[in-house]
């Protein structure tokens, strides 16, 4: 009994609604090549990111640079409005003026 040792690779466009796809054993892309047109413009694109991208035309990388795809990711901030801390603040100024409203109309505190 002898053992086969086999690589396949699937190569998809990343292209938005683009369904072109193959599948093939590892060295034998000139007979895919053949086979299917599109795999002889394929382009790869990396980011500085480092995201891969596969594309099978010029139509299908336009599409997605058109989208913003190959910009840089950018970080969701959270940013807290600054009316967030002044009602906070408001919020605690009105319960010490009505403690002090409370305490003046209880009058003078006699200590014995």
């Not at 193959?22 to 053949?34: D, L, N, Y």
């Not at 409005?81 to 319960?95: R, T």
């Amino acid at each position: 009994m002898s053992i086969i040792q086999q690589t396949f690779k699937t190569v998809t466009c990343n292209g938005p609604e683009c369904k072109n796809t193959a599948t093939f054993e590892a060295g034998s892309e000139q007979a895919v090549a053949e086979e299917k047109p599109w795999f002889k413009t394929l382009r790869m694109v990396q980011t500085a990111q480092g995201r891969n991208y596969v594309y099978c035309s010029d139509a299908c990388e336009i599409a997605n640079v058109a989208v913003g795809l190959h910009n840089p990711e950018e970080r969701k901030n959270i940013i807290v409005p600054e009316g967030a801390n002044a009602m906070a603040q408001a919020e605690q100024q009105a319960k010490i003026a009505e403690a002090a409203a409370r305490a003046m109309k209880a009058g003078p505190v006699l200590v014995k």
